[in-house]
């Protein structure tokens, strides 16, 4: 690892700060609850526009019947805190006047400000208020918030979650520059991809390794017909949000209810659906077989009215997608002539070079190959039988290879009224799959075909203290795995190397067994807490979020031995002569490295309605995030800068590089920050009577955790992992061991590794 970028991780996150003024016309939801809950609030006033102290406010849940009661304050103000997304009715009362009621609708991240005007006249009375006004935020961020029947409109091909966010003001679809890598489908306001947290019911969603969103098998994130409402949150300045700077993306499951209700839907799409690709039609290749089916279908209903309720969802995916390649292969007239000049003089390469030979003609479509014009290289060939001007050294044809994905989720929840101040629910999810993580293109039985496994559990429960003060506490523990792998004993017995080109070797790769088994298992444990407690003009609330990862890491790379042909101006030459360029191999002292690594994030924030068109949030997060670690004590570095090593000194030839390595490190970042500060201003102003224009806006610090697939720049150095290029002068003999593996073990000897 470098100085430089050793130096930025001793910041242990990276730092924002954003400011922005909002413009909105309709009536207003008041400012933003938590991850998974809304909330609604208002003010009761007579006739004439005062103020009605004490009056009784009653908030009816319509999906499963539960009620809440509040009294109005001395300015005639109510609030309920942290309630589920759903169907609610709000109404108040008071004697010597009539009952007013009106429905609402509560979304996520939203108080939805509900106000009733109080009739005088008779208290059995019910005067019902029509809440068919679009409603918008007051909240100084971006809200973006999709029903599900919006997110069923949205076309979206896959079903992949993620995709809602494009919508989302100030989101772009993430694009890596040319030759560039990116993470992340999508970015927020110039933030990087990897800034954006993803949530369902405030669990986080997320792949730890990379800092982005979790995905199954198929790498969409499936689940939506289990998703009742999804809200994406931009600048986000209320204290609740965290770990990340970029969009929050809160998903919320569904629930049942006091009424039997599901559905069933069903996909298709398939080669007669779709045009074949441009350059297969310019070479009369056919369209290849596509073919993909897609499933959902859920029930819910009550198990008890009013007081239990379940929900299951089962939803899935199958597809053949292909994979076109195009590729280039020896000529007969080149492949004969190199297995008989490696058969009379590297005799012990001649059945390994007719296996890989044998390899190359047995792909389909071989027959119908096109010669390519001979290069320089192949021009000027020394080859004993092979003569250039007649006949071609390679042929280029395309193959479309295609391979069974497929995702299956089974999803359950059940909710429970324990009684009137306490509800809770539990929801379970699995997940099941197969991805073809790695289609070869010159013989399938070298594809690295990989099942991935998940499950999540969640366990909520909320109790009202008093109409004043709500608790709402979740714990969670989920688990999935993510491990790439290829049958190694099928494709050693094949073919017992891999095989990469470059350069003035112009032949299509094969056999990536070096590359496999890589990924990681996770398992993660979250308590997440949040606390409201209402007085006077003053909504305070405090709150928690608790999070620990047990990673395997499995990511090295040449596990298995690999050749090397080409790179060099003689690279063709070497490989008709039966040399290699490279030949490489690691020594892994585990392929399997367990790292830990842990955060917390703790708020205090007050909603202060200053006027009653003026409203002030003011937070304060903190944030933080342990050093990762490894349980095996598996972590080293360079015991000084690298230009200052004994070993890296002219004239320290003899000094072993493992002389200059500490090793047996159990931490990773000894100068990660102990506690990032997250202070956060937001307002909302009303001006004029009307209620239908708000100006609002904030400023905050916000912080990035650092992912764990950095501590990969640790694990993956000397000595857990001694990656060995054996690359003599004149070349290594390719498939012989007395010249590859040999000098594999011999260096790390000298190296002082094994």
């Not at 970042?669 to 997250?678: F, K, R």
Request: charged share 15%.
């Amino acid at each position: 690892m470098n100085a430089s970028a050793k130096a930025k991780l001793r910041l242990g996150a990276s730092l924002f700060s954003t400011f922005g003024v909002l413009l909105s016309l309709g009536t207003v939801p008041s400012l933003a609850q938590s991850l998974t809950t809304g909330g609604v609030s208002g003010n009761i006033t007579d006739a004439t526009g005062g103020s009605v102290p004490n009056a009784t406010v009653t908030l009816t849940d319509l999906d499963n019947g539960s009620v809440q009661a509040a009294s109005s304050n001395g300015s005639g103000e109510f609030r309920f805190s942290l309630l589920k997304p759903g169907r609610y009715t709000v109404s108040a009362a008071l004697a010597g006047f009539e009952k007013v009621e009106r429905p609402v609708e509560v979304s996520v991240g939203n108080v939805v400000t509900a106000s009733l005007v109080l009739q005088v006249g008779q208290t059995v009375t019910t005067v019902e208020v029509s809440a068919a006004t679009p409603l918008v935020t007051e909240d100084p961020a971006q809200v973006t918030t999709f029903t599900q029947q919006q997110m069923e409109l949205l076309p979206n091909g896959g079903g992949d979650l993620t995709t809602i966010a494009y919508t989302a003001p100030g989101a772009l679809l993430n694009v890596a520059p040319p030759g560039q890598s990116g993470f992340g489908n999508f970015t927020v306001n110039g933030l990087p991809g990897t800034s954006n947290l993803f949530t369902t019911n405030g669990e986080n969603n997320m792949d730890p390794y990379f800092n982005i969103n979790n995905s199954g098998a198929s790498n969409l994130t499936l689940g939506s017909n289990e998703v009742q409402e999804v809200t994406i949150t931009t600048n986000p300045y209320s204290g609740q949000y965290g770990q990340l700077s970029g969009a929050q993306v809160s998903y919320v499951t569904k629930s049942g209810t006091n009424q039997i209700h599901g559905n069933a839907s069903y996909y298709w799409n398939g080669r007669y659906l779709n045009a074949n690709d441009t350059f297969n039609n310019a070479q009369g290749a056919p369209t290849p077989f596509a073919n993909a089916n897609q499933w959902a279908d859920s029930i819910g209903g009550p198990i008890i009215k009013n007081r239990t309720f379940f929900f299951f969802d089962n939803e899935g995916l199958k597809f053949v997608l292909p994979v076109t390649n195009v590729l280039t292969v020896p000529s007969p007239q080149f492949a004969n002539a190199v297995l008989a000049n490696v058969t009379a003089t590297q005799p012990n390469e001649a059945a390994t070079y007719q296996k890989m030979f044998n390899l190359y003609q047995g792909v389909p479509g071989y027959s119908g190959a096109s010669a390519l014009p001979n290069t320089t290289a192949c021009n000027s060939l020394a080859l004993a039988g092979f003569d250039p001007a007649t006949a071609p050294c390679a042929l280029q044809f395309r193959s479309s290879a295609s391979v069974l994905a497929s995702e299956w989720i089974l999803a359950g929840r059940v909710d429970h009224r324990i009684g009137d101040k306490d509800q809770a629910y539990f929801r379970y999810k699995m997940d099941r799959g197969t991805q073809p993580t790695a289609t070869d293109p010159v013989n399938p039985n070298f594809d690295a075909i990989s099942k991935q496994p998940s499950w999540d559990t969640q366990l909520n429960e909320t109790h009202i203290f008093s109409p004043r003060a709500t608790n709402s506490f979740m714990a969670t523990l989920s688990y999935y795995q993510a491990q790439f792998t290829q049958d190694t004993a099928l494709d050693l017995s094949i073919f017992p190397y891999g095989i990469l080109t470059s350069g003035t070797v112009p032949f299509t790769g094969f056999n990536g067994i070096y590359e496999f088994p890589e990924g990681r298992n996770i398992t993660q444990y979250q308590f997440i807490d949040d606390f409201s407690y209402t007085f006077g003009n003053h909504n305070l609330k405090f709150g928690e979020n608790f999070r620990r990862y047990d990673v395997s890491d499995h990511n090295f790379a040449f596990n298995d031995p690999a050749v090397y042909f080409g790179y060099t101006e003689n690279g063709l030459q070497q490989f008709a002569d039966g040399r290699a360029f490279q030949y490489r191999q690691s020594d892994n002292l585990a392929n399997d490295v367990p790292i830990a690594l842990w955060g917390l994030g703790l708020y205090a924030q007050d909603e202060w309605r200053v006027r009653p068109n003026f409203k002030l949030t003011i937070a304060l997060r903190a944030e933080h995030n342990s050093n990762p670690v490894c349980q095996t004590d598996c972590f080293s570095e360079f015991k000084a800068p690298f230009a200052s090593l004994a070993s890296t000194i002219a004239g320290n030839g003899n000094v072993p590089y493992s002389a200059d390595i500490a090793t047996g490190l159990h931490s990773a970042y000894p100068g990660v920050d102990t506690i990032d500060w997250s202070p956060r201003l937001g307002f909302s102003y009303s001006p004029g009577t009307s209620g239908k224009t708000v100006i609002s806006g904030g400023a905050g610090m916000f912080y990035d955790n650092v992912p764990a697939g950095l501590v990969d720049n640790l694990n993956s150095d000397p000595p857990s992992s001694v990656a060995i290029r054996v690359r003599p002068a004149g070349g290594v003999l390719p498939f012989d061991p007395a010249g590859g593996a040999a000098d594999v073990r011999s260096l790390c000897a000298v190296l002082q590794y094994q």
